[in-house]
């Protein structure tokens, strides 16, 4: 029997424990997990901004949680030019990418060369977005008090 692969592509931007869910959720559907984290190049054309973390210290962090075989920089949006270099039979994806446009385009793509997407649930309450947010209310703060004190 062939080993199972899974591919969990991410960002992992400020690891937090919803990250470390999806890893250790994902493990639970293969035999070997591969994590890809974004480029800092790829990052902002992914997701419209540049990484806090550095990409020299996200795969770091990512490798460094005992669910993972390995850990490498993934400079291509494209996940079928990913698939033929590391040959996954299951993808992970949030389920924000369920029933939208670039997640039925990545399942019908996918589904091509047979390969399984399978979607969890984030973490309530805990996001990298929201991780952001909250940094930038208490980095704005000190300004506020100095311009009103």
Same mark, same amino acid.
């Given at each position: 029997?062939?080993?199972?692969?899974?591919?969990?592509?991410?960002?992992?931007?400020?690891?937090?424990?919803?990250?470390?869910?999806?890893?250790?959720?994902?493990?639970?559907?293969?035999?070997?997990? $591969?994590?890809?984290?974004?480029?800092?190049?790829?990052?902002?054309?992914?997701?419209?901004?540049?990484? /806090? /973390?550095?990409?020299?210290?996200?795969?770091?962090?990512?490798?460094?949680?005992?669910?993972?075989?390995?850990?490498?920089?993934? $400079? $291509?949006?494209?996940?079928?030019?990913?698939?033929?270099?590391?040959?996954?039979?299951? /993808?992970?994806?949030?389920?924000?990418?369920?029933?939208?446009?670039?997640?039925?385009?990545?399942?019908?793509?996918?589904?091509?060369?047979?390969?399984?997407?399978?979607?969890?649930?984030?973490?309530?309450?805990?996001?990298?977005?929201?991780?952001?947010?909250?940094?930038?209310?208490?980095?704005?703060?000190?300004?506020?008090? $100095?311009?009103?004190?």
């Amino acid at each position: 029997m062939s080993e199972r692969v899974g591919y969990a592509p991410g960002v992992y931007e400020m690891f937090h424990v919803g990250h470390l869910n999806i890893l250790r959720r994902a493990k639970e559907h293969c035999d070997c997990l $591969v994590a890809r984290v974004v480029s800092d190049a790829m990052c902002e054309p992914a997701k419209g901004r540049e990484p /806090i /973390i550095p990409q020299a210290e996200r795969p770091q962090i990512v490798q460094h949680v005992s669910y993972m075989d390995e850990t490498i920089i993934d $400079v $291509v949006l494209d996940k079928l030019v990913t698939w033929e270099s590391v040959r996954f039979d299951v /993808i992970f994806k949030g389920d924000d990418w369920r029933g939208t446009l670039k997640g039925r385009r990545l399942k019908r793509d996918l589904a091509r060369v047979g390969v399984e997407v399978v979607h969890f649930p984030y973490t309530a309450r805990t996001s990298s977005s929201m991780l952001r947010r909250v940094l930038s209310e208490v980095i704005a703060e000190p300004e506020r008090e $100095v311009a009103t004190g």
